[in-house]
């Protein structure tokens, strides 16, 4: 017998979406390598340069800005690896931005976060811009969905003459993403964040902004990433890509479910805690503490419900620990230690939210507390 599971855990991976998984699929079969100039190798080429197109379309970028990489980790380390003295990085965000900043020897400045989540930018107007200074801010956090205010970061780093390199992993699909408005110098992008295959990302650099290239090889992606493209892969993410762009009311219907959602979660666990739900949030996320409980407890209880939901940061295998996030908004350690993550999708159904107020009925409400 196999039960119906909910999966509410889009944060983390969007399950492939049918037009990517289609995409994906004809390009194994398709035989050249990119860079050969026989008619296979361009059958190939033009698969990635279609799936450039769509992805460019995607964050209103040129399809010549798009360096196609293995994922937003990768895109995030190039970055930090471009020889700055000093990098300036918000508390919130992701690891793949974190820990290779800390590791580059340049100089760090934190800046910091409000207790609902927004990176205090102001702080980037008042940054020397002597040396070669990055300042990187995210789009949106994945923990709490809270959105940053990088156009006003773009305009401040500008004045300043510093770099600003965005993490905008979380955002297709949920909030619009325009590059060339945005005037940031180069915006990091994840295939599987937005319902194409795991393990391929994007890299967009603006057009003039000079990175040595950080996976060195072969001349592909014009001298910038070295190794043969995947294909596969590639195709896939543009196909995702478009299928975002077509899907015009997926935020609406996200922030309708959600709505729901916490409306259940309050009537249940009154003492429960929307943690952001001050800031503007992307409409799919909802972080939820539950002080008393333990954050692992909860998971696992949900998961052995049938509904898959994330403590915290879940973006590396079976990380449980203390969110970076959370701690940098000052949050009580009760806070801290209850959190959930339950993130929707465009693909999320009422159904899906009548099982997890189920579940979440048994595992936290009064009739747990009863048991
Ligand atoms: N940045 C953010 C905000 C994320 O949520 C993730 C998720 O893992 C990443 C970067 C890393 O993306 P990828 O899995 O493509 O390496």
Request: charged fraction near 20%.
């Amino acid at each position: 017998m196999t039960f119906a599971r909910t999966y509410l855990d889009y944060n983390a991976s969007v399950p492939l979406r049918a037009e990517a998984r289609a995409a994906t699929l004809a390009a194994l079969d398709a035989a050249g390598n990119p860079s050969s100039v026989h008619a296979e190798g361009r059958t190939a080429r033009g698969l990635v340069e279609a799936a450039r197109e769509e992805v460019a379309r995607l964050v209103n970028a040129k399809p010549s800005e798009v360096v196609f990489t293995s994922g937003a980790s990768e895109a995030n380390n190039w970055v930090m690896a471009a020889g700055w003295e000093t990098i300036c990085v918000s508390g919130i965000e992701h690891d793949s931005v974190r820990e290779p900043a800390r590791a580059c020897g340049a100089k760090l400045v934190a800046l910091a976060v409000s207790a609902s989540g927004v990176a205090d930018v102001a702080a980037i107007g008042k940054m020397a811009g002597t040396g070669r200074t990055l300042v990187c801010l995210m789009m949106a956090n994945n923990e709490t969905g809270v959105i940053q205010p990088v156009a006003e970061a773009a305009a401040l780093a500008r004045e300043q003459g510093l770099a600003l390199h965005v993490d905008a992993v979380q955002a297709p699909g949920r909030i619009e993403v325009d590059f060339a408005a945005l005037g940031a110098d180069t915006l990091a992008l994840s295939a599987h964040k937005l319902g194409g295959p795991r393990g391929v990302g994007a890299l967009v650099i603006r057009d003039g902004v000079s990175l040595p290239a950080f996976v060195k090889g072969g001349g592909q992606e014009r001298r910038r990433r070295g190794g043969t493209e995947n294909v596969a892969g590639i195709a896939g993410f543009g196909a995702a890509a478009a299928a975002i762009v077509r899907d015009h009311d997926a935020a609406l219907r996200m922030a309708k479910l959600r709505a729901r959602l916490e409306d259940g979660v309050r009537q249940a666990t009154p003492a429960a805690v929307i943690i952001g739900n001050d800031a503007a949030r992307l409409a799919n996320t909802s972080c939820i503490a539950l002080p008393g409980k333990a954050a692992e407890t909860l998971v696992i209880k949900l998961d052995l419900d049938g509904v898959a939901v994330s403590a915290g940061a879940a973006c590396s295998s079976g990380k449980v620990g203390a969110s970076h996030v959370l701690e940098a908004m000052g949050l009580p350690p009760e806070i801290v230690r209850s959190a959930i993550r339950v993130s929707l999708g465009a693909e999320t159904r009422e159904d899906d939210i009548a099982a997890f107020l189920a579940a979440w009925e048994k595992v936290a409400g009064s009739a747990a507390i009863a048991a």
